[in-house]
């Protein structure tokens, strides 16, 4: 079955830089990765998803690439805010009815 | 208009007692899923339901958990003979359709303290 790395764990960026998660994945038949932001003590929200047949999705200051020779994406958010500080995930998913697998979430801080 | 709920908020219970846990998803969506977030890690996926067909349940621990899905609606998580290890968030969440791909909504979670 899928598999799904994340990384790092925790990331802590001076308010103004550029945050990246990564996250590979093991399935190469896996061509859908959402991702989503956890604020603390509230619930997952859908901030941003790419399927595979296209290499980069941006939304404002948030963008995600997608490598499927290598089977990794990555999220980006540029020019972070205090509001960006939250966990988020990313996750994987082979096909139309297969469920989602996430990756263990990343602890974003962003300090001003 | 209202998102996916769910009841209890909390809940702290005793090893070896059964717990529900309830979930109502937005009105129309046809798609139902539980995870379980435990401290430090992912969405753990339990069971999906997905519309008529019948639900999903790969992701479920053991035999002491299932679930419900009544009239294409609400749903209903039990746990029975609670152990520690269960102690978690349960976290629902809903979809218009099937299709995995489509955008997941979340409920605010149960926050399961077994004792």
């Known amino acids: 079955g899928e598999n799904v790395e994340q990384h790092p764990s925790t990331l802590s960026v001076q308010e103004g830089d550029s945050a990246v998660i990564k996250c590979t994945y093991s399935d190469s038949a896996s061509n859908y990765f959402p991702w989503y932001k956890q604020e603390l003590g509230k619930r997952p929200q859908l901030i941003i998803d790419?399927?595979?047949?296209?290499g980069e999705k941006k939304d404002q200051r948030i963008a995600v690439t997608l490598n499927k020779t290598a089977k990794h994406f990555s999220l980006h958010i540029t020019e972070t805010q205090p509001e960006d500080s939250a966990v988020y995930f990313c996750a994987a998913s082979p096909s139309g009815n297969t469920p989602l697998v996430f990756g263990k979430g990343t602890r974003l801080s962003v300090i001003a | 208009g209202a998102g996916v709920s769910q009841s209890p908020s909390n809940k702290v219970t005793e090893k070896g007692k059964d717990v529900e846990l309830r979930c109502d998803p937005i009105?129309?969506?046809?798609?139902l899923y539980w995870y379980r977030q435990s401290l430090g890690q992912g969405l753990e996926f339990l069971i999906y339901f997905q519309g008529n067909s019948a639900p999903d349940k790969s992701g479920l621990p053991s035999d002491r958990f299932s679930a419900e899905r009544t009239g294409g609606s609400v749903s209903t998580l039990t746990i029975q003979r609670t152990q520690q290890e269960d102690s978690a968030v349960y976290l629902c969440a809903s979809s218009l359709s099937v299709d995995i791909q489509e955008t997941q909504y979340f409920g605010p979670g149960t926050r399961l303290l077994v004792l």
């Open positions: 009105s129309g969506h046809t798609a």
């Open positions: 790419i399927r595979s047949n296209v």
